[in-house]
């Protein structure tokens, strides 16, 4: 029957422990992985567009610009209407002038 | 090759300064790795991550600490950040049986041996490793920097940017929690 174990036996159990070493060639397997990161410059860019961060900003944007044409829509429109009132004011007080007068001279 | 040489060449992509870097840090970061990894195979790819991360970054070391202090910075939150994805994948692959995937059981992963303990410390190093995996993430750091790789407590503060007396009391915190845990989990004589 073997002898119980204390925790601080089975903590200090890492006392002495030595180094352990990486396979081989790990520079080697490094540089591979390098290298192929910079052969994949599409997917590089692809992974950068679809990050949450540019997506969200992307459609912060869209949801600016669309606001920015929305209200200038409303003000154009608002501007169209004024000009057309004066266009048919313009109109209504024209029909009571004697169309001869309009080609004479200032 | 000093290291204000070495820093300044890696800044400016030489690839022999970088060759010269990863032959001189790479028992440093396997280490590191494995301590927390606990596990060859993520610990090889995981140290090969590292590697990369520093090459990509190395611009952004402002030379405030030792250039192996940041090297061991930048091993940890690797490694941590592998973890948490290891988990997250954990965590959804609980809810693959409810979209009919296939029903594989899933595999207990062995105790962990690390190479570098002796034959007589095997096991009890394995019962360790295992409590480690439960300790808060900070006193985790401090434990295996410590304790795996032998640094001291002044090493392990400049490390962590902490102070001595926070690393003091994270160490103690991580023994107390290891002896509970061992407490409960193992028939110790105590």
Redesign the interface.
């Known amino acids: 029957m073997g ?9 200090n ?11 081989p060639f ?2 080697t ?3 591979a ?2 290298l192929k ?1 910079q052969d994949n410059v599409f997917l590089t860019a692809f992974a950068f567009i679809t990050r949450p961060a540019f997506v969200m900003a992307m459609l912060m944007l869209i949801l600016l610009v669309n606001g920015y044409i929305m209200f200038n829509r409303s003000t154009f429109q608002q501007n169209q209407e004024e000009m057309g009132q004066t266009i048919a004011a313009e109109y209504g007080r024209q029909n009571t002038i004697n169309p001869y007068e309009l080609n004479e001279a200032p | 090759m000093t290291e204000q040489e070495l820093i300044y060449r890696l800044k400016e992509g030489d ?1 022999i300064a970088f ?1 010269h870097l ?2 001189t840090r ?2 440093l970061v ?2 590191t790795v ?1 301590g927390f990894l606990q596990s ?1 195979e993520d ?2 790819d995981v ?2 991550d590292v ?2 991360k520093i ?1 990509e970054s190395i611009h952004q070391f402002k030379g405030e600490s030792a250039l192996s202090t940041w090297v061991y910075r930048v091993a940890v939150t690797t490694a941590l950040e592998f973890i948490r994805r290891k988990k997250r994948k954990k965590r959804y692959g609980l809810l693959s049986p409810l979209f009919g995937e296939d029903n594989e059981p899933t595999l207990e992963l062995p105790d962990f041996h ?5 034959l007589d ?1 095997k096991e ?2 394995s ?2 490793f295992k ?1 480690i995996k439960e300790l808060p993430e900070n006193q985790q750091i401090a434990f295996i920097l410590n ?2 790789e ?1 640094l001291s407590y002044q090493d392990v503060a400049e490390i962590m940017k902490t102070s001595l007396s926070a690393v003091e009391s994270l160490l103690h915190r991580a ?1 107390n929690n ?2 509970e845990f ?2 409960k989990t ?5």
């Open positions: 002898t119980r174990l204390t925790s601080e036996e089975i903590i159990s890492l006392d002495g422990i030595q180094r352990a070493e990486p396979s790990l520079y397997r490094v540089h992985r390098l990161k | 690839g060759k990863v032959e790479q028992s396997f280490n494995l060859q610990a090889e140290t090969q590697f990369i090459f690390h190479p570098g303990v002796k410390n009890k190093a019962m360790l409590a304790k795996v032998g023994k290891l002896r061992l407490k193992n028939n110790l004589n105590e």
